[in-house]
């Protein structure tokens, strides 16, 4: 569904990708993982169309993906560190604000029902301005979802979450899954990843080293053993 193939970005005189390639199945949670610095949320916006990669290419759905294209802007939903909300705005109007830009039908009924799923309901009239990090948190998520993309992209989605929260968004990713979206988390939360994974990449100094398939049978240990392993021997 989604394709990168040789991917690299060049920041100042840095490399800091190289050579990415990389595909997300319809319908598969696939995380990416890695240390620090090693470029992940380069990776995330070379992806999203944040920052265009100094070379190589992106496919959806087989076709190349041009610079800002508006069919990636209606297709991939994604949750970077920013969390593109307006703080003098309430979570309905910033909802309806995003939902008028993305031309989102029913928007009325459908942003209630997400600030509803997402536990904000309550705080629906109020400006954000004074929300703690979790509550933003949860809003962005419901931006995130609002346009009902077919492919997610989440930049670690679970910080600043509490236990409920993290919860819900779990719930939430994986009926997103069921219903046939793909996506892609990047995350340094050992225990969602292997929660939630089907698959799991491993990043080191802007490279690719590792993929494994997540089934039933791997523990947490032993994915925590092999991402170890990778990021020293390679
Ligand atoms: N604007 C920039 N100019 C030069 N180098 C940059 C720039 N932005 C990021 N880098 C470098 O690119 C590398 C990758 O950064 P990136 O933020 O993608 O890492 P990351 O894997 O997301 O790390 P973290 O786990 O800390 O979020 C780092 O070495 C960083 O110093
Ligand atoms: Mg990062």
Redesign the pocket.
Known sequence: MLELKKMTKMLGDKLVLRNITLSLEKGEILAVIGPNGAG??TF?KCTVGLLEPTSGEIYLDGSLVKKNSPQVKQRIGFLG?ESFLYNNLSPLENLKFYGKLYKVKDLDRKANELLKEVGLYLFRDMPIRSFSRGMMQRLAIARVLLPDPDILML??PHTGLDQEAVTLLNNIIKNKRYSGTSILI?SHDFEQVHALADRVAVLRKGKIVSTRRLGEEVSLAEMKTWYEAEVKSS
């Open positions: 992940k949320s995330f560190h930049d670690e990047i």
